[in-house]
T-cell receptor
Framework: KAGVTQTPRYLIKTRGQQVTLSCSPISGHRSVSWYQQTPGQGLQFLFEYFSETQRNKGNFPGRFSGRQFSNSRSEMNVSTLELGDSALYLC?????????????FGQGTRLTVV | DQQVKQNSPSLSVQEGRISILNCDYTNSMFDYFLWYKKYPAEGPTFLISISSIKDKNEDGRFTVFLNKSAKHLSLHIVPSQPGDSAVYFCAASNGGSQGNLIFGKGTKLSVKP
């Protein structure tokens, strides 16, 4: 079955702009989480969505937001982009929120802010 | 405050030998641990996991050991192959929720032919 799909794969934006990234989870998976990967900080949790509701949020400013649709697809938005937002943004899906089930990652969106 | 630590940024091993990747954690509430492998420009790929009620889980060449009293886990790869060269991330979750994984910073494994 198809894996987690993230679009676009690469993106270049200018400081001050906003960006929307998309994630389609594995069919049947209802939990979608977003992570930011940077060389200095590693993989850091942004937020988690389940049944169209944000269930958890990491320690990121309010410029980072997201949503989940009824088909479990998710988008994340970053407004007023800063140079430090340049990173690989990864989406992960899992069948459930709880229980010992692994999360599967997409290939990520590489965002470069110039 | 880093709750999951991988203290070795890199590890080099000869093909055919054992690779041992280590991970320490500080939060005693973590009850599920996972290892992911990552190649450049790709998302992490799930390798193996272990619940806190176990001390060992094996899947082919990969074995994860958990020492709860020491808050330490390790991933053993035997025998190591050049295709295993990648960055390995240890991750932990709290309360069985896979939606919020806390990751270590990774260990880059190089397996030399």
């Amino acid at each position: 079955k198809a894996g987690v799909t993230q679009t676009p794969r690469y993106l270049i934006k200018t400081r001050g702009q906003q960006v929307t990234l998309s994630c389609s989870p594995i069919s049947g998976h209802r939990s979608v989480s977003w992570y930011q990967q940077t060389p200095g900080q590693g993989l850091q949790f942004l937020f988690e969505y389940f049944s169209e509701t944000q269930r958890n949020k990491g320690n990121f400013p309010g410029r980072f937001s997201g949503r989940q649709f009824s088909n479990s697809r998710s988008e994340m938005n970053v407004s007023t982009l800063e140079l430090g937002d340049s990173a690989l943004y990864l989406c992960a899906s899992s069948r459930m929120r709880q229980g010992n089930t692994e999360a599967f990652f997409g290939q990520g969106t590489r965002l470069t802010v110039v | 405050d880093q709750q999951v630590k991988q203290n070795s940024p890199s590890l080099s091993v000869q093909e055919g030998r054992i690779s041992i990747l280590n991970c320490d954690y500080t939060n005693s509430m973590f009850d599920y641990f996972l290892w992911y492998k990552k190649y450049p420009a790709e998302g992490p790929t799930f390798l193996i996991s272990i619940s806190s009620i176990k001390d060992k889980n094996e899947d082919g060449r990969f074995t994860v050991f958990l020492n709860k009293s020491a808050k330490h886990l390790s991933l053993h790869i035997v025998p190591s192959q050049p295709g295993d060269s990648a960055v390995y991330f240890c991750a932990a979750s709290n309360g069985g929720s896979q939606g919020n994984l806390i990751f270590g910073k990774g260990t880059k494994l190089s397996v030399k032919p």
